[in-house]
């Protein structure tokens, strides 16, 4: 049962998750460019510098974003063809419990948005660690870490939000999920979330939960 639902996902996301699979190692080989570049014409001086000083976060311009797209289009790909087919009802009466099919799917789309951010952040540090000493390349795992969460947390509310049969619920949550998203995007100092990152892994992975709430009003056709 748990492989037939793997495949159908497998078979609904695949396009998708290659395209940013391929799309985040771009980005990061482009960061490590552009990264290049700055050493190259301004010297290691200047980059150490804009690092200590300034505290200038060299891969934001490239990569802040692109996780909460990932995210948020994964969600829409994922859930947007159940609702507007009524698959999802179908999908409800397998035998094995309407939470355990939501938890499944939710699982599956983590697990693609882990992987594509995943494999993107390898890139990150593994280019950086060229350049940069083991203590510079931690500060940027650290750094941008809150990043990549931020795709999932975009991930659970878009997938809240489709799953939600009540429209004026479903407005309250689009604000909600904006808000949320930002705080895990700051990016004006290195190791700004050092203190509390165990904190936003553990938020960002409880909100999986949440979507079991409109699901569950979903299947009951609350309206």
Known sequence: ?????????????RRVFFVFLVLGAILA????????????????????????YRGQMFYS???QYFPVVVGLLLGVSQFVPEITAKRIKLVFRLPIGENIVILTMLGIGVLYVAVILGVMLAFVLLTASIVFPYEVVNSLFVSILPWMMGGLVAYFFTSLVILEPIWRYRICYIPIGFGLVKFFLYSGWYNAYE?????????????????????????????
């Open 29 to 52: 080989i482009s960061a490590w460019l552009y990264l290049s570049h700055v050493v190259k014409f301004s010297g290691a001086v200047q980059v150490w510098d804009m690092y200590l």
């Open 195 to 223: 203190k509390c990152l165990g904190l936003l892994i553990v938020s960002g992975l409880v909100l999986g939960v949440v979507v079991l709430y409109s699901a569950t009003r979903f299947r009951k056709g609350v309206m």
């Open 61 to 63: 311009k490239f990569i």
């Open 1 to 13: 049962m748990y492989k037939s639902i793997f495949y159908k996902e497998w078979i609904k996301l």
